[in-house]
């Protein structure tokens, strides 16, 4: 893949198969610390992400869905990463989501990534 064709972008991390929205929320906290161990770091943020629940399994489960702004690549090895934290457990697929629906996803990398060189200094 070109760099040019894996430029950043929303999309969807979908962790199924919890019964319960509680059950679903509560892997929350253990995604946040994998994605953002220091939660006082300095920005950007290597991906920003959120989070939001679909009561959408054809057995009425939940799924908990981690919206991600980044590139191809590197959705992968995040995806990879909360499928080793959910251990085999739970349902994760990738799939590309709506940037409309993730706007805060989208705005949060345009605004960390263009005032990067506020905070960087020279050559950075």
């Given at each position: 893949?070109?760099?040019?064709?894996d430029?950043?972008?929303?999309?969807?991390?979908?962790?199924?198969?919890?019964?319960?929205?509680?059950?679903?929320?509560?892997?929350?906290?253990?995604?946040?610390?994998?994605?953002?161990?220091d939660?006082?770091?300095?920005?950007?943020?290597?991906v920003?992400?959120s989070f939001?629940?679909?009561?959408?399994g054809p057995?009425?489960?939940?799924?908990?869905?981690?919206g991600?702004?980044?590139?191809?690549?590197?959705?992968?090895?995040?995806?990879?990463?909360?499928?080793?934290?959910?251990?085999?457990?739970?349902?994760?697929?990738?799939g590309?989501?709506?940037?409309?629906?993730?706007?805060?996803?989208?705005?949060q990398?345009r605004?960390e990534?263009?005032?990067?060189?506020?905070?960087?200094g020279?050559?950075?």
């Open positions: 893949m070109s760099p040019a064709d430029q950043p972008r929303v999309y969807e991390i979908r962790i199924a198969g919890h019964p319960s929205t509680e059950e679903a929320l509560a892997l929350q906290d253990p995604i946040e610390r994998l994605l953002c161990p939660p006082d770091h300095a920005p950007p943020c290597e920003p992400w939001t629940v679909a009561g959408d057995d009425g489960s939940t799924a908990l869905v981690l991600v702004y980044t590139s191809a690549g590197r959705v992968a090895q995040v995806a990879a990463r909360v499928r080793a934290l959910a251990g085999g457990t739970k349902s994760v697929a990738v590309e989501g709506d940037a409309g629906e993730w706007e805060e996803l989208v705005e990398y605004f990534r263009g005032s990067r060189s506020e905070w960087s020279p050559g950075q």
